[in-house]
């Protein structure tokens, strides 16, 4: 079953007192519940800590250091994502943290703003996954005619009012623009259009453009040529180009420049 709404636990973890209650009663303030441990070793212990949902330790500990504790809550399965505080990092170290599997490393002394961006972000990712959980779980326990189609679960009339607008729309070679809350199914949809479609056969592209800076979201989006701008030392064709023949999917479509939305009109409408 999902979690009842109740507030976010976050676990703090810092061998450093001052440092642990500081942090914690700037997250309580917010209104998330917080549990604080000394050591690493301490927050394993804790029966509860599997069902945390954002863990936050320090790197430099006596003991299991930061990195020793994320490689043994990958090991573990937890869900919680880790986010990874430090005074005394480097860029080598940070995308070690990263590549290991950390969800954030942040540098000691950081901006009260910058950590509670990161923990809410960590909260949502981890919320949105136990959701998509909990929904293969249904969907294991469903029957054949309880999926509803295109792998999409539902019955009601509104379900199958969206099935036969994907089936409607998957045959015309119409822009389509598909709206809905976070964790809805947009990019579902999508998918089940493309795949149902006359260009099912073609690439299948989905490109977040909220998690694009906009220096390179025209180069993506557009392509370059050779020497458009420094580090530019080959052609490249942008994903306008590689969803020739598919589907393109442009997620976050709203979060894109003005300037990219108006060369991006331009293509919509002459193709």
Request: charged share 25%; with cysteine.
């Amino acid at each position: 079953m999902s979690k009842p709404l109740q507030k976010s636990l976050i676990v703090v973890i810092d061998d450093d007192e001052a440092a642990r209650t500081s942090l914690a009663q700037l997250l309580t303030l917010r209104r998330f519940d917080v549990r604080t441990f000394s050591s690493g070793e301490a927050a394993l212990a804790w029966s509860d800590l599997p069902d945390c949902d954002v863990i936050v330790s320090d790197i430099k500990m006596p003991g299991m250091n930061g990195e020793e504790l994320l490689a043994e809550v990958i090991r573990r399965r937890f869900m919680a994502p880790v986010i990874l505080i430090t005074g005394h990092g480097d860029v080598s170290m940070a995308v070690r943290c990263l590549k290991s599997g950390a969800y954030d490393f942040i540098e000691k002394p950081f901006d009260n703003e910058v950590i509670l961006a990161s923990v809410r972000r960590a909260v949502e990712k981890v919320s949105l996954s136990r959701e998509a959980n909990e929904l293969r779980r249904r969907l294991t326990l469903c029957s054949g005619d309880e999926v509803g189609r295109f792998g999409l679960i539902g019955r009601s009339r509104v379900m199958q009012d969206l099935f036969d607008q994907i089936e409607n729309v998957a045959k015309s070679r119409a822009i389509i623009l598909i709206h809905g809350e976070t964790g809805s199914g947009k990019e579902l949809v999508a998918k089940a259009i493309h795949n149902n479609s006359p260009r099912a056969a073609g690439p299948y592209i989905a490109v977040n453009a909220a998690a694009l800076p906009e220096s390179m979201l025209e180069s993506e989006l557009f392509g370059h040529a050779r020497g458009a701008f420094t580090g530019a030392e080959s052609a490249r064709d942008g994903k306008l180009v590689a969803a020739s023949g598919g589907t393109l999917l442009l997620d976050e479509v709203e979060s894109i420049s003005l300037k990219a939305q108006a060369q991006l009109l331009r293509v919509l409408e002459d193709g």
